[in-house]
C-alpha cells in the first residue's frame, strides 16, 4: 500500500476508516525523517503489512494530528487502531517501527 500525506482536515476521517494506521510524523527539516522515509515506504509495499495504512503527516503544518498521537520528538511513529491511538514512539531506526508493528498486529 502506498503512503498517504495527510493534513489535519483529513487525519480524523482517515482514521475512521482504516482498521490499522502507522502514522510518521516528519518536518522538511528533519535529517532522521528523511533518512527513514524510503525505509517506511518500503516497509509500506511489503505484502506483509496488507492490513495497515502508512500515512505522513508533517508535524509543524498539522498541529491537531500531532497532539493526538502526542509527539515530542521526531521523526515519531504513531499506531493507530479503530482510530485510538495504540503506541506512539520516537524512534529514527526501521527495527524499532518493525517491533511497533509486531507488538500489535502479530
Known sequence: MALNVLT???FGQHL??????????????CGNCKLIA???RR???DEAHASISFVDVNAEE???ARQLAGVDNLPF???FHQGKLVEGMAASKIE??????KRHLA
Open 62 to 64: 498539522n498541529p491537531q
Open 77 to 79: 511513529f504513531a499506531l
Open 8 to 10: 489535519d482536515e483529513q
Open 16 to 29: 475512521s476508516t482504516h482498521e490499522w494506521v502507522l502514522v510518521k510524523y516528519y518536518a522538511d527539516w
Open 38 to 40: 524510503p525505509k517506511i
Open 96 to 101: 524499532a517501527v518493525e517491533a511497533l508493528v
Open 43 to 45: 516497509m509500506s509495499e
